[in-house]
């Protein structure tokens, strides 16, 4: 069965955290007999790494070293990017267009799915809802024409959560044609480690603290500085180190912000190229996002043994229950996570319970068979 995946995100290099979670269903998709290519976005930082599948880079500028758009959201590129758009998208449209297969499948309503969904070629299409493609029409209102016309020319559609399969039929995805899939993770790749505090050791934290992250990128829907705030008004009620991954163009802002609320045990890693060590490394998970499907990374750090504390919304009640496998605070509420930041650190035992959680229900390798069914569906003659 030949199957062309069709994404705006994919990982750039080897280690690189960005669409890490589709690299990770098209492998096991291919160790399965599917036969997959890709068709991704070339950029400045794209340097290649060897896959069980097809990778096709699209060029869209004349030189690779200023294809600057995939190296962004939609939303928060640069004047730069945003010009690169046209171009960018008139690539794409050729490239997914050119390719001979079975299936399309497009992850993100757009730009792909809405790209995909513009072909004149009648192979099926499955469009794979990963979560700001379905709420940042709610935010900017000129993408929902977009993804209204990508769901309803859909074959079939995926959400990766309950929550995002109601905001996906909202936008015109057909009730009967949409089902919830989740993305799952590698639990045996993200297990808790062997031995944390030499872990902690090796990056230079003292001994008997209780390490809390966050890991994401720095834009503003994900409410870091709430995590920074909660961190200030923790002070003397604990013996902490806070770590924040990731990269975004919120970073200068949060990092004056620690700086200003005078927390001095915090520390900024950039970009995060192992996410296994960076949830080993870590005792208590903080997701502040107020933008989600089903955070990849919150998933990540509960099957690693983290204690998760996050945001009482979107895909997370779906994974956590309050007191439970975790804990959940109310949107921007930073004396409620802060609150659950001081009771995960009496909780070891929620961090076991998470993992519990994520080898019963969220391991993709379970998950990925679902979407073989559906591929197998779409290519029967009686569809």
Request: aromatic share 8%; net charge neutral.
């Amino acid at each position: 069965m030949k199957v062309l995946a069709v994404t705006s995100s994919f990982p750039r290099f080897r280690g690189d955290y960005h669409g890490s979670f589709i690299h990770e269903l098209c492998e096991r998709l291919a160790f399965s007999g599917v036969e997959v290519t890709v068709v991704a976005p070339r950029s400045r930082s794209t340097t290649g790494a060897d896959t069980a599948f097809t990778v096709k880079r699209f060029p869209f500028m004349p030189s690779q070293g200023i294809e600057t758009l995939p190296e962004q959201t939609m939303k928060y590129a640069s004047f730069s990017g945003a010009m690169q758009l046209p171009m960018y998208l008139s690539a794409a449209y050729l490239s997914l267009v050119k390719e001979p297969t079975q299936i399309v499948h497009a992850h993100f309503t757009f730009p792909m799915g809405f790209l995909a969904a513009m072909s004149p070629r009648s192979t099926p299409l499955l469009i794979t809802c990963h979560g700001s493609d379905c709420t940042l029409p709610y935010a900017k209102p000129e993408y929902r024409l977009l993804a209204r016309i990508a769901l309803k020319k859909a074959d079939r559609v995926v959400a990766v959560s309950e929550f995002i399969k109601g905001l996906a039929i909202d936008l015109g995805a057909r009730r009967e044609k949409t089902e919830v899939i989740y993305t799952g993770i590698d639990v045996e790749k993200f297990r808790p480690p062997g031995d944390r505090r030499r872990l902690q050791v090796e990056f230079g934290i003292p001994a008997g603290r209780q390490v809390v992250g966050t890991l994401g990128r720095l834009v503003p829907e994900k409410r870091v500085e709430d995590f920074i705030r909660a961190a200030s008004m923790i002070g003397n009620k604990g013996d902490f180190q806070f770590i924040v991954g990731g990269e975004g163009s919120s970073r200068t802002h949060l990092e004056r912000l620690s700086k200003e609320l005078k927390v001095d045990n915090i520390s900024f890693l950039g970009e995060v190229s192992d996410a296994v060590r960076f949830h080993q490394l870590c005792d208590i998970f903080v997701l502040t996002s107020i933008r989600e499907g089903l955070s990849v990374s919150l998933q990540e750090a509960m099957s690693t043994g983290n204690v998760p504390v996050a945001v009482n919304g979107y895909g997370n009640p779906e994974i956590i229950t309050d007191g439970e496998n975790g804990y959940l605070f109310e949107p921007m509420d930073v004396q409620g996570l802060t609150e659950k930041i001081v009771l995960a650190v009496d909780s070891p035992e929620l961090g076991r319970r998470a993992r519990s959680t994520m080898t019963d229900r969220f391991d993709s390798r379970k998950n990925v068979g679902r979407y073989i069914e559906l591929y197998e569906e779409l290519t029967s003659p009686k569809r």
